[in-house]
């Protein structure tokens, strides 16, 4: 609070954490108080301390499976012998809300066929086909295929889906289900994971012979990521080249822009990354066009049908190579 409402609203919390303390104190068994807020930094912290709002639980946008138990509450019986897993992955990350409004618009879909609802109508809700000019939708649909070729040969994430279209904002989305559990993230797989975030520029780099201002622009842009973790890895983690702590994740592109010296190191770093993502594509440069080519057509593949394309091109590649291929397209080891 500013110190001008201080006057005001501390007596208004003392008072509120008394009552709260009443209602939960002596015998009142089976009391269970609730509260919510979309801001718990601003909380009081002695309303969160143990004994009266203990726990605070985030919840989050749904991840698959819950955009699918989402998706059968709006189809209310529905298609309910319908496999919606496909679904669910170009839903995953969504809002509520969103899915909501995606069952909305494949129910008006059938009801302009005057037919009952159908799987594709949900699809084509979910990633509408858009009008795209030829240009923008080679460059679009290589950026894309550069992330998920570079997620499937570094074993970077899960990858889910790759998208074309304006439906969440973006011309395209690589939906890509990164590590949270297991083994602590580590140097490895940290540049690993900004390898794949420089890919899709890489890719346009390579293949169409320059980069678009795709992989920039905001905070949740390619090279934002991964100018971020980059940053956090010199300046938080003890990863780099120091060991000295200076800045949390959340504060490194704070701290990239203020610090002379490490803008210069990530800098350095993210250019070395961005060879060997270029590396990478020209390498796999037949899985970039099979999977580019199939996106420009269909729009949208699983994750599962572009690893099927990755590993059957790498294998008719490898049988017609010489064996003493050219030396300089050797995998850059990561």
Request: with cysteine.
């Given at each position: 609070?500013?110190?001008?409402?201080?006057?005001?609203?501390?007596?208004?919390?003392?008072?509120?954490?008394?009552?709260?303390?009443?209602?939960?104190?002596?015998?009142?068994?089976?009391?269970?108080?609730?509260?919510?807020?979309?801001?718990?930094?601003?909380?009081?912290?002695?309303?969160?301390?143990?004994?009266?709002?203990?726990?605070?639980?985030?919840?989050?946008?749904?991840?698959?499976?819950?955009?699918?138990?989402?998706?059968?509450?709006?189809?209310?019986?529905?298609?309910?012998?319908?496999?919606?897993?496909?679904?669910g992955h170009l839903l995953d990350g969504c809002t509520g809300a969103e899915i909501m409004m995606t069952v909305r618009g494949a129910r008006r879909i059938a009801r302009y066929a005057k037919r009952r609802i159908e799987l594709d109508d949900l699809v084509q809700a979910s990633a509408p086909d858009e009008d795209i000019g030829p240009a923008a939708l080679t460059r679009i649909c290589t950026h894309e295929a550069g992330h998920a070729v570079a997620s499937v040969i570094l074993a970077s994430g899960d990858l889910k889906r790759c998208v074309v279209g304006r439906a969440?904002?973006?011309?395209?989305?690589?939906?890509?289900?990164?590590?949270?559990?297991?083994?602590?993230?580590?140097?490895?797989?940290?540049?690993?994971?900004?390898?794949?975030?420089?890919?899709?520029?890489?890719?346009?780099?390579?293949?169409?012979?320059?980069?678009?201002?795709?992989?920039?622009?905001?905070?949740?842009?390619?090279?934002?990521?991964?100018?971020?973790?980059?940053?956090?890895?010199?300046?938080?983690?003890?990863?780099?080249?120091?060991?000295?702590?200076?800045?949390?994740?959340?504060?490194?592109?704070?701290?990239?822009?203020?610090?002379?010296?490490?803008?210069?190191?990530?800098?350095?770093?993210?250019?070395?990354?961005?060879?060997?993502?270029?590396?990478?594509?020209?390498?796999?440069?037949?899985?970039?066009?099979?999977?580019?080519?199939?996106?420009?057509?269909?729009?949208?593949?699983?994750?599962?049908?572009?690893?099927?394309?990755?590993?059957?091109?790498?294998?008719?590649?490898?049988?017609?190579?010489?064996?003493?291929?050219?030396?300089?397209?050797?995998?850059?080891?990561?």
């Amino acid at each position: 609070m500013s110190p001008r409402g201080a006057d005001w609203w501390t007596p208004v919390i003392t008072d509120f954490l008394l009552c709260l303390d009443n209602a939960v104190a002596g015998n009142r068994t089976g009391i269970v108080v609730c509260a919510a807020t979309n801001n718990v930094k601003a909380v009081d912290a002695a309303l969160l301390r143990p004994g009266r709002l203990e726990r605070s639980i985030e919840i989050t946008r749904p991840n698959h499976a819950g955009a699918i138990n989402i998706l059968r509450y709006h189809l209310n019986g529905d298609l309910a012998d319908a496999d919606l897993t496909d679904i669910g992955h170009l839903l995953d990350g969504c809002t509520g809300a969103e899915i909501m409004m995606t069952v909305r618009g494949a129910r008006r879909i059938a009801r302009y066929a005057k037919r009952r609802i159908e799987l594709d109508d949900l699809v084509q809700a979910s990633a509408p086909d858009e009008d795209i000019g030829p240009a923008a939708l080679t460059r679009i649909c290589t950026h894309e295929a550069g992330h998920a070729v570079a997620s499937v040969i570094l074993a970077s994430g899960d990858l889910k889906r790759c998208v074309v279209g304006r439906a969440a904002g973006a011309a395209g989305r690589t939906l890509i289900a990164n590590e949270t559990g297991g083994d602590l993230m580590t140097r490895d797989t940290v540049e690993r994971h900004v390898v794949v975030l420089l890919a899709g520029r890489a890719a346009e780099r390579v293949l169409i012979g320059g980069a678009g201002v795709g992989a920039g622009g905001d905070d949740d842009s390619d090279l934002a990521q991964a100018t971020q973790l980059i940053a956090a890895l010199h300046a938080s983690t003890g990863l780099g080249d120091t060991l000295t702590y200076m800045v949390s994740h959340r504060d490194a592109l704070t701290a990239v822009r203020v610090d002379r010296e490490l803008r210069s190191t990530v800098e350095q770093h993210l250019r070395t990354l961005q060879t060997r993502a270029e590396n990478l594509i020209r390498q796999h440069r037949h899985e970039m066009l099979a999977i580019a080519d199939r996106l420009r057509t269909r729009r949208q593949l699983s994750g599962e049908e572009i690893r099927k394309i990755v590993s059957g091109a790498s294998f008719a590649k490898d049988a017609f190579e010489p064996a003493n291929g050219d030396p300089h397209q050797k995998s850059d080891g990561l």
